[in-house]
C-alpha cells in the first residue's frame, strides 16, 4: 500500500480515461497530460493505461509501505526521497518504509507519479480516474492508502530518459472545428497572431481565456464536444474544453487542440499565455 501522509492540494487518481459513454453524458476524464504520463508508463513497461497519480499545484508527502519502482514527471517541483533530491523521468527503485516528500511548484502546474504495474484502486464503469460524481475515492485525501503490487525484481530496459519540455511551450496546435467558417476575417485575424492569457476560471473542466474576440449571435442546437475543442460564447469569450469537460454544447466550436496541445496547456495556470497555430 501507499500511504498518504499528507495529500496536496489536489490530488488524484487517473489513467487514460473513459470510453463509449460520452452518448450517456460521461465525460472521459483522465490524465491531462498525456504526453508526460506516456513516457512515464513506457519507462517502467507499465500498460498505456496504468492508473497514477496527478498531482495539482502542492503536492504529497507519501510513504511505500512494499518495495516498487517509480518515475515522476511533469511539473517541476522541488521532490525528495527520504529527504534526498531525486530526478524526473529516471526509474527509482523504491523500499519498503521510503518517504517521498514534494516542495516548492518550479514551473508548470501538474505532476505525475507513476508506479510499476499502475496503481491499483477500483474500477467505476472500467476506469480508476477520479470524477466526482462517478468514482469520488479517486480524489486522495490524508491518511488514504492506495494499493500497489509489491516489486522488487524489475530491471528496465531504460533507466532515464531525456524528453522535450513541454513546461516552456506556449504553441497549442489546432485543427478547425465544425463552426469554423463562422468566423469573420478580422475574428481569424485575431485568434491566430494574438496572444491569449489564461484566466483564473481554468480547471480540468475548461480552461477559459482572458482575452475575447468580437461576438456573435449565432445560434445552434447542443452538439457533441471532446477535450480539446474551443467553444466561442455570443460574449466572445473562448471556453477550451479538457479532460473532465461536458459531453455537448450550444457555443460554437470553432478549433479542436491537437492530443499534445491539451498536455501543453494542462500545464499552464492563471496569468500564462498560450498562441493558435492552425494545422
Known sequence: MLKVLKSGFYTTIQDTGRFGLR??????????????VSKLNAL????????????????????????????????????TLNNEPIDGFTVIKIKAGDILSYGRL??????????KGGFKSD??????????????????????LIP???????????????????????????GKGPEFMLLSDKQ??????????????????????????????????????????????????LIILMKDGQTTGGYPRILQLTDKAISILAQKKAGDTIKFKLI
Open 23 to 36: 452518448d450517456k453524458g460521461v465525460p472521459i476524464s483522465g490524465i491531462m497530460d498525456m504526453e508526460t
Open 44 to 79: 517502467l513497461e507499465n500498460k498505456e493505461d496504468a492508473a497514477v497519480l496527478e498531482i495539482t499545484m502542492t503536492g504529497p508527502t507519501l510513504e511505500f509501505e512494499e518495495d516498487t519502482f517509480i518515475t515522476l514527471g511533469g511539473a517541476e517541483f522541488s521532490i
Open 106 to 115: 518550479k514551473k508548470g502546474f501538474r505532476g505525475y507519479l507513476a508506479i
Open 123 to 144: 474500477k467505476v464503469l472500467n476506469s480508476r480516474s477520479y470524477y466526482p460524481s462517478i468514482n469520488p475515492k479517486g480524489i486522495i485525501k490524508d491518511r488514504a
Open 148 to 174: 500497489y503490487e509489491k516489486t522488487d525484481t524489475f530491471k528496465p530496459k531504460l533507466s532515464e530518459m531525456k524528453v522535450d519540455d513541454l513546461l516552456d511551450e506556449n504553441i497549442l496546435q489546432v
Open 188 to 237: 481569424l485575424e485575431y485568434l491566430f497572431f494574438k496572444e491569449f492569457t489564461v484566466a483564473n476560471e481554468n480547471n480540468r473542466m475548461a480552461y477559459q481565456l482572458n482575452e475575447e474576440l468580437s461576438g456573435h449571435k449565432v445560434s445552434m442546437l447542443t452538439s457533441a464536444t471532446l477535450p480539446g475543442t474551443v467553444q466561442f460564447t455570443p460574449s466572445g469569450k
